[in-house]
């Protein structure tokens, strides 16, 4: 549904799109003659001060135009009675909807439709279930279905969610949907009804489906082998059934009372993905040829819809399990805690350039690394990968060097054989001395500072050894950095997805993170570790977030020799 755009000219009635300050950006023809104005006197146009009067002509304010309302808060409204200038100077009485929507480059807008009604005519209803809904009604249906199941990226399960709210009590009393999975097995996912405007799902009705018989003239088998949508009753149902499936549909009708119902096929681009089922049992009017057509075509922006958000889900597990296995598994680093986490973007879809790395060295140092290739795609995920197994080599084979000697190799080599084009990077080294101190150096290349968290709950930025991005000057020489790490005491490297989001600055983030840091100075490792990425990171973040922490016991004993083996996280 992304780069939907919207044909205003076929819609059977005035229609405007407007911006979110209320600014029109078309009309349709229909729009034009009813208010006597061309385009080019509307479009760009503030359609409030332009159009909206009272009922004598003279200016409404802004406080009571319902429509400015409508527009800022986002959500689909309908009135009655109110009046609108045409170009003539006359005033005509409107019924007006308007609903949220998306044009083609993302942009958020709203689209009023509205028609002409005489002075003597009664107001018409505002959304509701019972009387035949009007043709700006249905019109209005339809592109809030096309703006509701398009927003954004979604779970199947969120889709399906949406549509049953998006039809009831709109339509029916009753919806239901039955989805058929990748295996090609039938599921209830949903029968819902509304209980004091609330929906309400009936769940033992719900759940695994007999398969869809080939030949089966009942109206579920026909919908979800793809055929014309069809309208059934209890009757229906009745007599010698020749599937599963048509029993449970009868027994769908007795559980839930329905006397009429229509089912649509949710049909996508290249397959039939379920089933649309609505029911009345408490409207007494049976479905029109009207309804059915209604529903077809909200069950064909349904089934695009339930085809995307299953394309979604499947780029979902591919990226999440090319970038775990691009990870390390962590070593043994005897004496020490060593735990690490990866919470992939909120659009998973996108693999992350984020990555943490620990490995012993053969002089029995222990090599930490945390680190961001700038970019969100696999090419982001590729220059990852390239660096930390370039690292490693340079690390191994230039014992005891400075950890700033290594990255400098590092980035002078990278500029020439890594596909990247920045990134940051801090790089350790972790000794245990012969006196069972536990000593760091480090160099940053542009990364945000690991935090040093006492068992006391004190917590320090480690500042130092701080020079530019990988990528950026390669022939810039880069400094050290070396403290001691106290006894009971908890070092975590992090990358900025943890403390940076579109909702607070990075500063806001790092003051939570160091708060709640601090809180859980006493925790187990894993638990802090857990805790600190649920609490401290943004809400709706979308970037990816890789974590790497440490943790120095009490009593440190002096260096023994490095094996390997897998750790937690």
Request: glycine letters at 8%; aromatic letters at 4%; proline letters at 6%.
């Amino acid at each position: 549904m992304e780069g939907f755009a919207l044909d205003l000219d076929a819609l059977g009635t005035g229609a405007e799109l407007l911006d979110g300050r209320g600014i029109i950006l078309g009309v349709n023809a229909w729009a034009q003659r009813l208010l006597a104005r061309p385009a080019a006197e509307l479009v760009g146009q503030d359609e409030h001060d332009l159009l909206h009067r009272d009922r004598q002509g003279g200016t409404l304010p802004r406080a009571q135009c319902r429509l400015r309302k409508a527009i800022l808060a986002g959500e689909t409204a309908q009135t009655t009675g109110e009046w609108a200038e045409r170009g003539d100077g006359s005033l005509l009485r409107v019924s007006w909807l308007a609903t949220p929507c998306e044009l083609g480059d993302g942009r958020r807008a709203t689209l009023v439709l509205f028609h002409p009604e005489s002075a003597g005519q009664p107001a018409s209803r505002l959304w509701g279930a019972g009387a035949p809904i009007t043709e700006l009604e249905r019109l209005a249906l339809l592109a809030e279905a096309t703006t509701v199941l398009a927003a954004g990226r979604l779970e199947v399960d969120e889709t399906l969610e949406r549509l049953v709210d998006l039809v009831l009590p709109r339509l029916a009393d009753w919806a239901v949907v039955d989805l058929i999975t990748e295996r090609d097995e039938v599921w209830r996912f949903a029968v819902a009804h509304t209980e004091n405007d609330e929906v309400v799902r009936r769940e033992d009705l719900e759940g695994a489906l007999p398969p869809v018989p080939r030949e089966s003239p009942m109206p579920l088998a026909r919908a979800l082998r793809g055929a014309a949508s069809t309208a059934a009753e209890p009757e229906t149902y009745q007599g010698p059934l020749d599937s599963g499936i048509a029993l449970e549909q009868r027994r769908l009708f007795a559980e839930t009372g329905m006397h009429s119902a229509i089912t649509a096929p949710i049909r996508g681009p290249r397959e039939v993905m379920g089933a649309l089922t609505l029911g009345r049992s408490e409207q007494p009017a049976r479905f029109t040829a009207a309804d059915i057509a209604l529903l077809e075509d909200i069950s064909r922006r349904a089934g695009i819809a339930v085809e995307n958000a299953r394309l979604y889900q499947g780029q979902r597990r591919v990226a999440e399990t090319m970038q775990r296995h691009l990870l390390p598994q962590m070593p043994y680093v005897p004496s020490l805690e060593l735990t690490v986490r990866y919470a992939p973007a909120s659009d998973a879809s996108q693999v992350g350039g984020d990555w943490y790395d620990a490995f012993a060295l053969a002089d029995g140092a222990t090599a930490l690394v945390i680190g961001d290739v700038v970019g969100h795609d696999l090419d982001a995920a590729a220059g990852m990968a390239q660096l930390r197994n370039m690292l490693r080599a340079y690390a191994w084979t230039r014992q005891r060097r400075r950890p700033s000697k290594i990255v400098e190799r590092l980035d002078e080599a990278a500029s020439h054989i890594a596909e990247i084009s920045m990134a940051t990077m801090i790089f350790a080294r972790l000794e245990v001395t012969g006196e069972g101190r536990c000593e760091l150096s480090w160099t940053n290349a542009g990364h945000p500072s690991p935090l040093l968290i006492t068992h006391d709950g004190l917590v320090h930025d480690l500042t130092g050894g701080h020079g530019v991005l990988l990528g950026v000057a390669p022939d810039r020489a880069r400094t050290d950095a070396k403290t001691t790490l106290p006894p009971g005491s908890t070092l975590l490297f992090f990358t900025d997805g943890l403390v940076e989001s579109p909702s607070r600055s990075i500063d806001e983030g790092l003051y939570r993170l160091r708060r709640e840091a601090a809180a859980l100075a006493h925790r187990p490792l894993e638990s802090f570790t857990d805790r600190l990425l649920s609490r401290a990171r943004a809400p709706g973040s979308d970037d990816d977030v890789a974590l790497l922490a440490l943790r120095v016991p009490h009593r440190l004993g002096p260096p023994e020799d490095v094996s390997r083996r897998p750790a937690g996280g």
